[in-house]
T-cell receptor
Framework: EDQVTQSPEALRLQEGESSSLNCSYTVSGLRGLFWYRQDPGKGPEFLFTLYSAGEEKEKERLKATLTKKESFLHITAPKPEDSATYLC??????????????FGRGTQLTVWP | GAGVSQSPSNKVTEKGKDVELRCDPISGHTALYWYRQSLGQGLEFLIYFQGNSAPDKSGLPSDRFSAERTGGSVSTLTIQRTQQEDSAVYLC????????????????????FGAGTRLSVL
């Protein structure tokens, strides 16, 4: 069974304190891994997609990396506006289910001044 | 519009009533997806459309749930005889297409989400 597990469930950081969020997955035939950010009362906002082990993507203070079993979202010198829930999702390489994303439960990040 | 539009943003209904939720995808996007997000749970896949056809309906939780898409654009998710456990945020997403290639071709699969419809069943 395909599974996506995110850790920690919640993370509190002081402004400027760098850290990493983890997403481990078990899926038969990974086609892509996706990171989203979700603010309260809003839909998920796309951040990154990664396709193959060793790949890295960066955007401002965020950097996503991918191995064969997990992905990390590194946050460098976070600011309070980075506070949100970060969601990880995978797309499996299987016929009719290609369209579905399997989501983890997310990491709720709080950055305080 | 620029993004995925969902309506209504909030819906309160009584147990046993039928509800319809609407999704208007990004212009030019051929694939459309429905998810459900319950309190404390992750996003749960419901159904997706490629054009007007739905290759994967296996995520629909019961036969009270149905969805259609006409004209390759707007989609409606219908829940009949609503139950309290149906209370959740229903999210719609769209992607440029559903690509079967590899590498950068898969960028066309990126799903962009709307703000959701918060359904409360009393």
């Amino acid at each position: 069974e395909d599974q996506v597990t995110q850790s920690p469930e919640a993370l509190r950081l002081q402004e400027g304190e760098s850290s990493s969020l983890n997403c481990s997955y078990t899926v038969s035939g990974l086609r892509g891994l996706f990171w989203y950010r979700q603010d309260p009362g809003k839909g998920p906002e796309f951040l990154f997609t990664l396709y193959s082990a060793g790949e890295e993507k960066e955007k401002e203070r965020l950097k996503a990396t991918l191995t064969k079993k997990e992905s990390f979202l590194h946050i460098t010198a976070p600011k309070p506006e980075d506070s949100a829930t970060y969601l990880c999702a995978v797309q499996a390489d299987r016929g009719s289910t290609l369209g579905r994303l399997y989501f983890g439960r997310g990491t709720q990040l709080t950055v305080w001044p | 519009g620029a993004g995925v539009s969902q309506s209504p943003s909030n819906k309160v209904t009584e147990k046993g009533k039928d509800v319809e939720l609407r999704c208007d995808p990004i212009s030019g996007h051929t694939a459309l997806y429905w998810y459900r997000q319950s309190l404390g749970q992750g996003l749960e896949f419901l159904i997706y459309f490629q054009g007007n056809s739905a290759p994967d309906k296996s995520g629909l939780p019961s036969d009270r749930f149905s969805a259609e898409r006409t004209g390759g654009s707007v989609s409606t998710l219908t829940i009949q005889r609503t139950q309290q456990e149906d209370s959740a945020v229903y999210l719609c997403a769209s992607s440029l297409e559903l690509a079967y290639g590899t590498g950068r071709t898969l960028a066309k699969n990126i799903q962009y989400f709307g703000a959701g419809t918060r359904l409360s069943v009393l």
